[in-house]
Nanobody, 114 residues
Framework: QVQLVESGGGLVQPGGSLTLACAAS????????MGWYRQAPGKQRELVAG???????NYADSVKGRFTIFRDNAKNTVYLQMNSLKPEDTAVYYC????????WGQGTQVTVSS
């Protein structure tokens, strides 16, 4: 199982930006498909964005054009750049690593509020 540690969450005003980071403890990070999920209070966990080992990306419709997922294989880290944040983006954000099985991070809180 891969250990994943998220960072970068916090409180931001509507329209602001945050960048989340997820560091993975594996020597074969480049082979993993990485993802970001989120769960808001009272709602189901949902996929926000994913990036394959080849660099292909996919996004939830609700974040397209505002969020960008990218990875730095030399640092074993995946990022989620979040721009034009809205109150409805408030959630706990989780990092995932997929290969044979899925590993989850512990989550980081993002709160968008004035």
């Amino acid at each position: 199982q891969v250990q994943l540690v998220e960072s970068g969450g916090g409180l931001v005003q509507p329209g602001g930006s945050l960048t989340l980071a997820c560091a993975a403890s594996t020597t074969i990070f480049s082979l993993y498909t990485m993802g970001w999920y989120r769960q808001a209070p009272g709602k189901q966990r949902e996929l926000v964005a994913g990036i394959t080992s080849g660099g292909s990306t996919n996004y939830a419709d609700s974040v397209k054009g505002r969020f960008t997922i990218f990875r730095d294989n030399a640092k074993n880290t995946v990022y989620l750049q979040m721009n034009s944040l809205k109150p409805e983006d408030t959630a706990v954000y989780y990092c995932t690593a997929d290969r044979v099985r899925r590993s989850w991070g512990q989550g980081t809180q993002v709160t968008v509020s004035s």
